[in-house]
């Protein structure tokens, strides 16, 4: 089956039952994100969240970058990777979804090193001076580009950045698209591959993750 077409629920079970055991707040967050938001979809989820752990785990990170927070799942995977003193900052605007991850964080063993702030991450990138480690970033797919630009300086040699559904259902594949979001994703992983400060890989999870390490 080609990843672009309808995916396979039963590799799905095969891929989620020879992965590590997703932890109980995670189950309860993914339950109550399908229950009570409009597009539960837009949630990590299991085999990404793994991924996102185990990358973090890796690294230690002292400081971590989220930006699109929506309920909080993948911020959760993030913090389980972080060192001992280490710092999680998520941005997102959407206050009406807000109570679900303050709910979720406050639960957490993470709720001190987790700084969610209601904010523009545009604005926040152009007054910071922090550098991080770790970067992960789903949020509003017409600013991956500027993003882009803005965490470059955030970052140092190591630093790992990821961006979410750079594949946007197999619509960068398409020729002279007319579609704003896909053009603009296809900018960016134009940008991206061109980038002689960075070494990239796309990774066909999902939606596709573009993971780039930091020279």
Same mark, same amino acid.
Not at 48 to 59: A, D, K, P, V, Y
Not at 93 to 114: C, M, T, W
Not at 157 to 183: A, C, H, P, R
């Given at each position: 089956m080609s990843y672009f077409e309808e995916k396979d629920p039963e590799m799905d079970r095969y891929l989620e039952t020879h992965a590590s055991n997703e932890p109980d707040i995670l189950k309860k967050l993914r339950r109550e994100t399908y229950q009570k938001t409009t597009q539960p979809h837009m949630i990590s989820g299991y085999q990404?969240?793994?991924?996102?752990?185990?990358?973090?785990?890796?690294?230690r990170p002292e400081k971590i970058l989220e930006i699109g927070t929506f309920t909080g799942y993948a911020t959760l995977c993030l913090a389980e990777g972080l060192a001992e003193e280490g710092r999680?900052?998520?941005?997102? !605007?959407?206050?009406?979804?807000?109570? =679900?991850?303050?709910?979720?964080?406050? /639960?957490?063993?993470?709720?001190?090193?987790?700084?969610?702030?209601?904010?523009?991450?545009?604005?926040?990138?152009?007054?910071?001076?922090?550098?991080?480690?770790?970067?992960?970033?789903?949020?509003?797919?017409?600013?991956?580009?500027?993003?882009?630009?803005?965490i470059k300086d955030r970052t140092r040699?190591?630093? !790992?950045?990821?961006?979410?559904?750079? =594949?946007?259902?197999?619509?960068?594949? /398409?020729?002279?698209?007319?579609?704003?979001?896909?053009?603009d994703i296809k900018l960016l992983n134009d940008l991206i591959a061109k980038d002689d400060d960075?070494?990239?890989?796309?990774l066909p999870l999902r939606d596709g993750v573009n993971f780039l390490r930091k020279k």
């Open positions: 990404q969240g793994r991924l996102l752990t185990i990358i973090s785990q890796m690294l999680l900052i998520t941005l997102d !605007v959407n206050e009406d979804l807000a109570y =679900l991850p303050r709910k979720y964080f406050g /639960e957490s063993r993470y709720a001190h090193q987790i700084d969610f702030k209601i904010e523009d991450a545009k604005d926040f990138l152009k007054t910071t001076d922090e550098i991080f480690d770790l970067i992960f970033i789903d949020a509003d797919k017409e600013n991956y580009t500027e993003y882009f630009r803005l040699s190591g630093s !790992v950045i990821m961006f979410d559904n750079v =594949l946007w259902y197999g619509k960068v594949l /398409e020729e002279n698209s007319k579609q704003k979001s896909t053009q960075f070494e990239n890989l796309i």
